[in-house]
């Protein structure tokens, strides 16, 4: 399978806490990107870091990307309880075409 | 601006039967995608378009057929459901990759609401 994995799959906190959530990926890449997933909805795109970058912030979140452990973090500061979701990340192959996800992390914020 | 959306949200079939379920775009947008979404395995590409009139395989394009015969919509065809093609389907479109690599931003993939599928 080329599917990437994330860790953990599950995390609970509380409100105000930092969320971190790491992914690691099996192909050369261009870029790699995280997706958000409430439940029972479609995914929707929160930020993408190219391979030629080492950290990106977006708002409350930082990603971080390490291509020689084919590795990523997403770092979700001061979380809140709408935060409450399944977070993705997905690799762009180099041939441009196709995004390869990882088996996600459901994150739970606890008022 | 609907953006991604597909039609049914739910559909229950009996093994053998067969079905389409529709993808539609506004963006116009050149890729579009399908996944299957089954439980602790993440999202997994059926099939992907780069444009009008082309398909290719993913990952898991068995039992499946699709078209792109016009450039805002992608069908996915199941000839002959079975069990386990029950899943969450979602389609996904994208921006027409530009040769630049400036232009990373048109990877971002745009997500419709899903249409859970079961099979009996």
């Known amino acids: 399978s080329q599917q990437g994995e994330e860790d953990p799959q599950a995390l609970s906190i509380q409100e105000g806490e930092n969320a971190t959530m790491n992914c690691s990926y099996k192909?050369?890449?261009?870029?790699l990107q995280w997706y958000r997933q409430n439940s029972g909805r479609g995914l929707v795109h929160l930020i993408l870091i190219r391979s030629n970058e080492r950290e990106k912030h977006s708002g409350r979140l930082r990603v971080t990307l390490d291509t020689s452990k084919k590795s990523s973090s997403l770092l979700i500061t001061a979380s809140r309880a709408a935060d409450t979701a399944s977070y993705f990340c997905a690799s762009m192959n180099t041939g441009f075409q196709k995004l390869v996800f990882g088996t996600g992390t459901r994150l739970l914020v606890s008022p | 601006n609907a953006g991604v959306t597909q039609t049914p949200k739910f559909r229950v079939l009996k093994t053998g039967q067969s079905m389409t379920l529709l993808c539609a775009q506004d963006?116009?947008?050149?890729?579009m995608y399908w996944y299957r979404q089954d439980p602790g395995m993440g999202l997994r590409l059926i099939h992907y378009?780069?444009?009008?009139?082309?398909?290719a395989k993913g990952e898991v394009p068995d039992g499946y057929n699709v078209s792109r015969l016009k450039k805002q919509n992608f069908l996915l065809g199941l000839e002959s459901a079975a069990p386990s093609q029950t899943s969450v389907y979602f389609c996904?479109?994208?921006?027409?990759?530009?040769?630049?690599?400036?232009?990373?931003?048109?990877?971002?993939?745009?997500f419709g609401p899903g249409t859970r599928l079961t099979v009996l």
């Open positions: 192909t050369s890449i261009n870029n």
């Open positions: 996904a479109s994208s921006k027409h990759r530009v040769a630049t690599l400036g232009s990373s931003s048109t990877d971002t993939q745009y």
């Open positions: 378009s780069v444009g009008e009139g082309t398909t």
């Open positions: 963006m116009n947008h050149e890729y």
